[in-house]
């Protein structure tokens, strides 16, 4: 699981807009903003994160730590 933080942090690294993170990840613009705009891990579809974290990863992003340990 990944966590609101990184999917903006690694969102900022990549130097992509919100737009772009949904195109890739096959999910709608509302859901990337939903999914950033709180703490933790985003609540809702954990297929729907596991496809924003495959896209982020897939663009080059390496994510360590867990949700409660360190996330990075």
């Known amino acids: 699981m ?3 933080g990184q999917i903006r942090a ?3 690294l990549l130097r992509i807009t919100s737009n772009e993170l949904s195109e890739v990840a096959g ?3 509302a859901t990337i903003r939903r ?4 703490e933790g ?3 809702g ?3 729907t994160l596991d496809q ?3 896209a982020l990863e897939g663009l080059g992003v390496e994510f360590i730590g867990s949700p409660e340990a360190g996330p990075g």
């Open 10 to 12: 690694a969102r900022s």
């Open 41 to 43: 891990v985003p609540p």
């Open 27 to 29: 999910v709608g613009i």
């Open 35 to 38: 999914m950033e705009l709180g």
């Open 2 to 4: 990944i966590t609101s």
């Open 45 to 47: 579809n954990s297929r």
């Open 52 to 54: 924003v974290r495959r």
